[in-house]
């Protein structure tokens, strides 16, 4: 199994910037990827960003060029730096791993963006 430990979220102003963290631990090697989601009250969890062992990220379009997904494979933890931050980004950011089929989630840490 692999747990995950989200942190970083927190209030900031419109055109701030934020770096989530997400700690995993448990079977670590399994791991084939880790990816972030969100969700906005009364919306849908949305993909925001992935990023595989190999190195290959994939974003969603509202976030391109705005956030970077980046681990520390030392730590055992994977960021999501946003910059640029706007209202709609508000939501509950979700670490995800995904391994052999099965996909692992965190608790979740707060993002509210002012404008």
């Known amino acids: 199994q692999v747990q995950l430990v989200e942190s970083g979220g927190d209030l900031v102003q419109a055109g701030g910037s934020l770096r989530l963290s997400c700690a995993a631990s448990?079977?670590?090697?399994?791991?084939?990827?880790m990816g972030w989601y969100r969700q906005a009250p009364g919306n849908q969890r949305e993909f925001v960003a992935a990023?595989?062992?190999?190195?290959?990220?994939n974003y969603a379009d509202s976030v391109k060029g705005r956030f970077t997904i980046a681990r520390d494979n030392a730590k055992n933890t994977v960021f999501l730096q946003m910059n640029s931050l706007k209202p709609e980004d508000t939501g509950v950011y979700y670490c995800?791993?995904?391994?052999?089929?099965?996909?692992?989630w965190g608790q979740g840490t707060q993002v509210t963006v002012s404008s």
């Open positions: 990023l595989t062992t190999g190195g290959s990220t």
């Open positions: 995800n791993a995904f391994s052999y089929g099965l996909g692992y």
């Open positions: 448990g079977i670590i090697e399994s791991i084939q990827a």
